[in-house]
């Protein structure tokens, strides 16, 4: 009975002080969930999409001209789709694209089927 409590106190011990293999974010700089980058053509448009790695809930989708790949990143940690496009005068495209991936369909549907039901495509 005696051996009983010495092994039930070393295993609280051995639990107790273990160290934790949990992910923890960096002490010297803010935890910032990851996020994906990914080229797309569909014809003659093509877009680059920054995003979190993981999509909980409904998230915004913005559009932005192409060329500030940071400031998309950075908006992609707070949570936005960003898709950056060459032309501006393709936007109107790019936006038909888009609707089509939230309904789960069109030409992008299918490399983009984790944001179906995911994002609020603003209207013009």
Same mark, same amino acid.
Not at 1 to 6: I, N, P, S
Not at 31 to 37: D, E, I, L, N, Q
Not at 74 to 78: I, M, N, P, S, V
């Given at each position: 009975?005696?051996?009983?409590?010495?092994l039930v106190a070393?295993?609280?011990a051995l639990?107790?002080? =273990?160290? @934790?293999?949990? =992910? =923890?974010p960096s002490q010297d700089d803010d935890? $910032?969930?990851?996020?994906? @980058?990914t080229r797309y053509e569909a014809g003659s448009l093509t877009g680059v999409v920054h995003a979190p790695r993981t999509?909980?809930?409904?998230?915004?989708?913005?559009?932005?001209?192409?060329?500030s790949d940071v400031y998309a990143q %950075?908006?992609?940690?707070?949570g936005f789709v960003v898709?950056?496009?060459?032309?501006?005068f393709s936007l109107d495209g790019?936006? %038909?694209?888009? $609707? %089509?991936?939230?309904a789960g369909k069109g030409p992008l549907a299918e490399r983009f089927a984790r944001f179906a039901g995911h994002l609020a495509v603003a209207e013009p």
């Open positions: 009975m005696v051996f009983g409590r010495v070393v295993a609280c639990v107790l002080t =273990a160290q @934790s293999t949990a =992910a =923890a935890y $910032r969930p990851a996020t994906t @980058s999509i909980v809930g409904v998230r915004p989708l913005v559009f932005h001209f192409r060329g %950075e908006l992609a940690r707070q898709v950056l496009v060459d032309d501006r790019h936006l %038909e694209l888009w $609707r %089509e991936v939230v």
